[in-house]
């Protein structure tokens, strides 16, 4: 927190103490993060993004390809029950098996690409829409906004992020929509500390001052100077933040709490349905596929996520 | 590791656990019978005047049952004879839930509260081996000609756990709590009037008036109506709702302690009344609710455990498997349906009801859902018991008889359709895993013909929406009576209104008049022939989709005796697993 | 220093009351606290019943049940506007009051006492166990930076980052319990050991990803710290490796993990949630989860401002500890 609205150090502290708390979320890191590649790396690491990043995209391209088009590919109904008998064993006609009614575990695994993705970037696109703008604003204007806005995120922050969401899915329609919104406005204080950081080093750049001088008014200095920096670093973050917001979606599935019906295939749910001790131990593939799927998802995101943040050189924009 | 434990479809969603609608019904075949050495010692002495006639028994004879006492891989089939009962001993009993409170004026029993109320409690009456009631904690009933009017007296020398005496005034001011009481009290509103219903004659004597003829009614005191508190603990919990907890009654076990969903302890009362007659062997009881009932019945299997009850398919399995346990099932109980709600469109159309009815798909539920535990439902009765109607069977898995009824219907109801597809809700409560899947398989049978939107409330706000109506088809779980005049309040059209205790909200006049005559007369056999014709009626209105009969299983480990074979104070050998009520009174350990 | 501690306060105060309101205003929004109360009844038409033009068939009985309606409605003070009914909660929780369930009239004092014990083993153990991992895979790493044990557990650390973790119980549990058999399935209370023992699994799945964090944060700061002066003379006065790492390099370099040790508490309380869902423990995460789903307004409000406490107290303590181990923090 900075209630003051100055940089101050003291303010500067608290701010990557907030960050470094993210930092467990691996939402946003501090400039006194650490580095996967450590002090040891070089700037010429830092500026190649390597094979295991275009592994990580080809994975994802992959996925959203599948998410976007699975209806037109050639998978089995992910509803059709007795597509083969129960809990059989994965096969050549059912790669990944199938699961307690029969359904093709490989083709439900395949579309609940739909919804964890979805739900990822629809959070993360509202909460950068919301969290950037109120961020930047705060940033730029300062003074009272500055600590409204600062405070609000603070509240957010505190706010146990899981029981918000239980609490919103649990009682409204769990339709997309809400549980997409729900992990958006989780993903809103983060997104909108990092804006108003960045908002802060560059409203005091020289092009801003000169942008004043000639006479620019605050709306067109926030779209035309600040907006497009803030966006690099906040956009270098989107993968990281999507993974954060698929596990989100995720748990809340894994809690019966995510989107419901019986097209709304997601892989929490899938999980969970898997998960049940008898069928962990007599039918591991049911929950097992669904579980690596979104394992190397997630990492893809991660990694990914990771390499353009480096790639961008994030660390020294953040603060 | 479900989020909402292994629910099933509707259990906690029902309301009021009414005494008379899940009077049900006993494992006859349990390998313990053979205790019934220790009762029979005991002299029927007090056969009382009010005691029911003898009606025969409402079950068939005991080798036509489908019954099953299956005893755990690796032991006999013929448990042997019960040696000497043994003193002694801790029974760790596991239940599929836990009761918010345990004070039967104040909290609506379901089956896990009912297990561990019955050992503090004795009811004023109970069920004997044949299914029909006998007085228990009361001495005895009578009633007027009409059955009208019923007059309870109550044993001498009942004491509370407290100390104090138990007379007239404790049962009129339970009784009443309970009747005031707006949950508990749901499904008595048709039958009993709640202002004047009880009145004390004198210390031992109580008169209640029914507001219609009832020839059997003290099934309604075989459940939590006859579980009888002290007057002032009634006061005193009434200003501090934690007593709700630890309550008073006057059964053979006290509370010990309780803390919530992890576990209740009941200790030996050393004062019981009945003590002379009725031998309490076990020292402790302790009850452990265990929301997913699969890690129950391992823990059963590894003997963590002595008992545990459950309708889980994949924990009946388990159970059934593991060495060293057995498993004593009742399949005459609730019976899993689906209802369609007749009162709004599109299902108040007959052809719409017929269409889902015929394209349902029963074969897969059984199979997928239950698993091979439970057997198919036709009606809301089991084969085994009198009333079923052999003659009536429920019609599933032939939905090319669906599809012209379909069309027939959106041709004359084009604003109900979509696509050649009536649209229609199906309710269901949450969040549970197995529900879902439930709804997945169903969807997945009925989506040719309908577009079918799930709607997955939690298991508390179910009952409510279903109640006012506010739904299309939704998955229930009831009836399972042994006796089934109680079904009335589920069928007549005296229930239908802002809340609706008939969720199909179907009314047939001539149906009602047939049960208002079985509920007066003591005519077995126009009784059985009113409640066949019933069942053809229920039939003809496809209101219900019977899926199933409700498999309560108990699993008990070798160790654990006496499940079945206990007696009333009067000798009577008693029901035993009573949809999954076991009474724990007389077990023993060895 | 006072004045700084004081400004700190009046936030903790401040955002403790945003956060309450904030829960209170949700349950009220999304709920229906008279439901949950009066169950059906809250459903009534009371005011036409009153006038007797709703067409119910036992008008004498609804009038009563609108009588138990208007009745809990004062108790609860439901007939109140939302932030009237949040200041009389302030009010009561200030002087200790914390109410009683909705779901089974328990004080919620109770249930949180009979609650927490559970999830503070939990979350104790979970920290042990992630420190317990962390520390010495964060000195081997950092001790050997760069070489093929450190690259390995680099990806190792980025992999358990990236499972859920849910998925990761589904899998320590399919692995540990199911497959070989050394750990309990499920919470266990019959003796202390057996408790801790059953604990051991939900601890893993919470500590696992956390010893990755603070394993990647140890190696940073060691890292650094070994090129500072005052380890390049141990090493020059000829001290064994190990000795310099754990007398000398690591105190200094636990900087991160001590702060980060904090705030993961906080982050930990959500993932409890999860975990204790899995492994049928009956702690807070699940109380909380059962009231939400409940609607039992005064367990999740208690529960919610326990947790808010625990997280905005835990930042101002790694504060106080900032300021105290750099005075320039608080001198402005």
């Not at chain 1, 650490?34 to 080809?58: K, N, S, T, Y």
């Not at chain 2, 044949?130 to 007027?144: Q, V």
């Not at chain 2, 709600?341 to 017929?354: E, H, K, L, V």
């Amino acid at each position: 927190m900075n209630p003051d609205g100055r940089p101050s150090r003291r303010g500067r502290a608290s701010r990557q103490r907030l960050l470094r708390r993210f930092r467990v979320f691996r939402l946003v890191r501090s400039s006194k993060g650490p580095e996967p590649g450590g002090p040891g790396e070089d700037e010429a690491v830092r500026r190649r993004l390597g094979v295991g990043f275009w592994l990580a995209v080809i994975w994802l391209v992959v996925m959203a390809f599948i998410a976007l088009f699975a209806p037109m590919l050639p998978f089995a109904d992910p509803t059709k029950v007795g597509y083969s008998g129960p809990r059989e064993p994965p096969s050549a006609g059912a790669w990944f098996g199938t699961d307690a009614l029969g359904r093709d575990v490989f083709s439900r695994t395949m579309y609940g690409a739909r919804i964890s993705l979805a739900v990822g970037g629809f959070a993360i696109v509202f909460g950068m829409v919301v969290g950037g703008a109120l961020g930047i604003l705060a940033g730029y204007f300062r003074g009272r906004l500055d600590q409204a806005v600062g405070f609000a995120f603070f509240v957010l922050l505190s706010f146990p992020a899981l029981v918000l969401a239980i609490l919103i899915t649990a009682t409204l329609e769990r339709s997309l929509l809400v549980v997409s919104l729900t992990i958006g406005i989780l993903a809103v204080a983060p997104v909108g500390l990092l804006a108003r950081a960045s908002t802060l080093v560059y409203a005091e750049r020289e092009f801003v001052a000169a942008a004043r001088v000639l006479g620019a008014r605050n709306g067109r200095i926030i779209v035309r100077e600040l907006l497009p920096n803030v966006v690099i670093p906040m956009g270098a973050l989107t993968l990281l933040g999507m993974a954060v917001a698929v596990v989100a979606e995720g748990s809340l599935a894994f809690l019966g709490l995510s989107v419901a019906g019986d097209e709304a295939i997601s892989w929490g749910k899938m999980i969970v349905d898997g998960a049940g001790l008898r069928d962990l131990q007599n039918a591991t593939h049911v929950a097992m596929f669904p579980v690596a799927v979104m394992f190397v998802t997630v990492l893809a995101l991660n990694f990914a996520g990771d390499r353009i943040r480096q790639y961008f050189d994030v660390k020294e924009l953040a603060f | 590791m479900s989020t909402a434990g292994t629910a099933e479809p509707s259990a906690q969603a029902e309301p009021a656990a009414s005494p008379e609608r899940s009077d049900s019904d006993v494992s006859a075949a349990d390998g313990d019978r053979a205790g019934g050495a220790e009762t029979g010692a005991v002299s029927p002495d007090v056969a009382g005047e009010g005691s029911p006639e003898d009606e025969g028994s409402l079950v068939a004879p005991l080798d036509a049952t489908t019954t099953v006492a299956v005893q755990g891989a690796g032991t006999g089939v013929e448990a042997p004879a019960d040696p000497l009962p043994l003193a002694g001993g801790t029974l760790r009993v596991a239940v599929d839930g836990e009761a918010d409170g345990l004070n039967p004026a104040a909290n609506n029993f379901a089956v896990s509260a009912y297990v561990m109320a019955y050992p503090m409690f004795d009811p004023l009456a109970y069920f004997d081996a044949e299914g029909n009631w006998i007085p228990y904690l009361a001495e005895s009933f009578t009633s007027n000609d009409d059955a009208t009017v019923w007059r309870m007296r109550l044993r001498e020398g009942v004491r509370f756990h407290d100390g104090t005496e138990m007379t007239a005034d404790d049962v009129v001011a339970t009784i009443s709590a309970q009747l005031a009481d707006p949950v508990i009290s749901l499904v008595y509103r048709n039958t009993i009037e709640a202002g004047d219903f009880i009145t004390k004659i004198d210390d031992l004597t109580v008169e209640m008036r029914v507001a219609r003829p009832s020839a059997r009614f003290p099934l309604a005191l075989t459940g939590q109506l006859g579980m009888v508190l002290p007057s002032e603990w009634l006061e005193l919990a009434r200003e501090d709702p934690t007593l709700n907890q630890k309550p008073v009654g006057q059964g053979p076990f006290m509370i010990s302690s309780r803390v919530q969903d992890v576990a209740t302890t009941l200790v030996r009362n050393p004062d019981y009344w009945a003590a002379d007659r009725m031998p309490v062997y076990v020292d402790r009881i302790e009850v452990y609710p265990i929301t997913d009932m699969v890690i129950a019945a391992e823990r059963l299997s590894v003997g963590d455990l002595d008992l545990a009850i459950t309708t889980n398919a994949e924990a009946t399995l388990i159970m059934r498997e593991s060495a060293g346990v057995r498993t004593i099932e009742n399949l005459r109980s609730d019976e899993g349906f689906a209802v369609i709600n007749s009162g709004r469109p599109p299902f108040d159309d007959i052809r719409a009801r017929q269409a889902l009815t015929f394209a349902a798909d029963r074969d897969g539920y059984l199979e997928l859902i239950r698993q091979g535990t439970s057997p198919p439902a036709d009606t809301m009765f089991h084969p085994d018991l009198i009333w079923h109607n052999p003659d009536v069977k429920q019609e599933t898995n032939m939905p090319e008889r669906a599809g012209p009824l379909v069309a027939a219907y959106c041709a004359d109801h084009p604003e109900n359709c979509s696509a050649g597809r009536i649209n229609m809700e199906l309710h269901f409560g949450g969040p549970s895993v197995e529900n879902v899947r439930i709804a997945d398989l169903q969807i997945d049978a009925w989506e040719e013909f309908f577009n079918v939107t799930p709607v997955e409330i939690l298991q508390d706000k179910l009952i409510n929406e279903v109640v006012l109506g506010n739904y299309d088809v939704v998955n229930w779980r009831q009836f399972g009576t042994i006796d089934p005049d109680s079904a009335a309040l589920w069928l007549e059209c005296d229930s239908i209104g802002f809340i609706s205790l008939n969720f199909a909200r179907y009314c047939d006049p001539a149906r009602d008049a047939l049960m208002l005559e079985s509920r007066a007369i003591d005519d077995l056999d126009r009784r059985v022939e009113i409640w066949r014709r019933i069942q053809e009626m229920i039939r003809d209105s496809y209101t219900y989709i019977f899926y199933y009969h409700t498999n309560w299983a108990v699993g008990a480990r070798d160790g654990v005796h006496r499940i079945c074979g206990q007696a009333s104070p009067d000798g009577t050998e008693l029901w035993c697993n009573n949809s999954g009520r076991v009474l724990l009174n007389g077990v023993w350990l060895g | 220093m006072a004045r700084f501690l004081i400004r700190r306060l009046v936030l903790l105060v401040a955002v403790l009351f945003a956060v309450t309101f904030l829960g209170f205003s949700a349950m009220n929004f999304l709920g229906d606290p008279l439901f949950n109360v009066v169950g059906l009844m809250a459903e009534l038409d009371c005011e036409a019943i009153e006038a007797g033009s709703a067409e119910d068939p036992s008008l004498d009985r609804a009038r009563s049940d609108c009588e138990t309606v208007a009745e809990a409605r004062a108790t609860y003070h439901l007939d109140r506007p939302v932030p009237v009914r949040y200041l009389l909660w302030v009010g009561d929780m200030v002087t200790g009051d914390f109410g009683t369930s909705f779901q089974n009239d328990q004080p919620v004092a109770e249930i949180i006492r009979e609650k927490l014990p559970e999830t503070l083993i939990l979350l104790v153990m979970a920290q042990i166990v992630s420190l317990g991992v962390a520390i010495p895979w964060g000195v081997v790493a950092a001790y050997r930076a760069n070489r093929a044990f450190d690259r390995g557990s680099t990806v190792a650390s980025f992999g358990l980052l990236s499972v859920p973790n849910f998925a990761l119980g589904v899998v320590l549990l399919y692995l540990l319990s199911l497959r070989w058999q050394i750990f309990p399935s499920a919470y266990e209370s019959d003796s202390v050991v057996g408790l801790v023992f059953s604990m051991v699994l939900p601890a893993l799945t919470l500590g696992l990803p956390l010893a990755a964090s603070y394993q990647r944060l140890l190696r940073t700061d060691l890292i650094t710290t070994l090129q500072e002066d005052f380890v390049h003379m141990a090493r020059a006065k000829g001290l064994p490796p190990m000795r310099i790492m754990f007398r000398h390099a690591l105190r200094p370099s636990l900087f991160s993990v001590v702060t980060v040790f904090g705030v993961s508490t906080g982050a930990m309380i959500g993932g409890s949630l999860v975990v204790e869902q899995i492994f049928g423990i009956p702690g807070i995460g699940r109380e909380i989860v059962t009231a939400v789903v409940r609607d039992d307004f005064p367990v999740v409000l208690a529960i919610v401002m326990l947790v808010a406490c625990t997280f905005v107290i835990i930042n101002f303590m790694v504060d106080l500890f900032y300021s105290w181990l750099d005075p320039r923090v608080r001198a402005r």
